[in-house]
């Protein structure tokens, strides 16, 4: 059957998919999958994983939450440490976080932590898009960027593709916009905190596409 994922035995084959953003923490394994941790998870056992403040959790203990989260960054770029991937999700939320002003500094503060210790950030941005842009823009952010569950129209994608960003798609997205970013070679395919698992996600992907789900190719900004 073209397209299927489903091996002969009928169980989900996972092959050389790749997860780039999911919280889930016990499953997806199979293909790799960077599992995205707070501040304080204890990181030891993920194969992959991006570490960062979420907008959701910049409150008034953001700057202490920061100072945390670089010693542990330090520790682990001092070690070496192959599987901290990047440094995400941070970004902006107009729904739900802290003041934008909090998200805002905290924000940068991430940026300026990724540009320093060079890992790529993987973008949470909720109706923020033009102020997103904007942060990233204004510090000369030079590392990827990846925009994560990505749901917006072509002509955001556009934007985003113009400045050599990289989008993310999960279980909804826009086809069109999907279109672009794989045209240009920079999708990313995720599951993000819903309760698909990441082959349903490449099958989606593929049909909109019109390939293989085993053919979709994987950006490779995240080995060095
Ligand atoms: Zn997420």
Not at 2 to 10: A, C
Not at 18 to 35: C, L, Q, Y
Not at 137 to 165: C, N, T, W, Y
Not at 193 to 198: A, L, N
Request: aromatic fraction near 10%; include cysteine; hydrophobic fraction near 40%.
């Amino acid at each position: 059957m073209r397209n299927s994922l489903l091996d002969s035995r009928g169980n989900r084959n996972f092959g050389n998919m790749f997860d780039v953003h999911t919280h889930k923490r016990n499953a997806e394994w199979r293909g790799s999958a960077i599992v995205n941790l707070k501040v304080d998870d204890n990181v030891d056992m993920y194969p992959y994983f991006s570490l960062g403040i979420h907008p959701w959790d910049v409150d008034e203990l953001w700057t202490d939450k920061l100072q945390r989260l670089k010693c542990t960054v330090d520790k682990l770029v001092s070690m070496n440490n192959s599987s901290f991937c990047a440094i995400g999700e941070i970004g902006l939320d107009h729904l739900k976080g802290g003041s934008m002003d909090l998200q805002i500094r905290c924000f940068e503060e991430q940026l300026g932590m990724a540009e320093y210790y060079a890992k790529p950030v993987i973008v949470h941005c909720v109706k923020a898009f033009d102020e997103t842009l904007q942060v990233i823009k204004s510090l000369k952010f030079s590392m990827p960027v990846v925009f994560h569950g990505f749901r917006g129209k072509p002509e955001q994608a556009r934007q985003l593709l113009d400045k050599g960003f990289y989008i993310s798609f999960g279980p909804k997205f826009n086809p069109s916009s999907m279109k672009l970013a794989y045209a240009e070679g920079r999708m990313f395919l995720e599951t993000d905190d819903s309760g698909t698992d990441i082959a349903s996600v490449y099958e989606s992907a593929g049909r909109v596409l019109n390939i293989s789900p085993t053919d979709i190719p994987v950006p490779g900004i995240f080995t060095s």
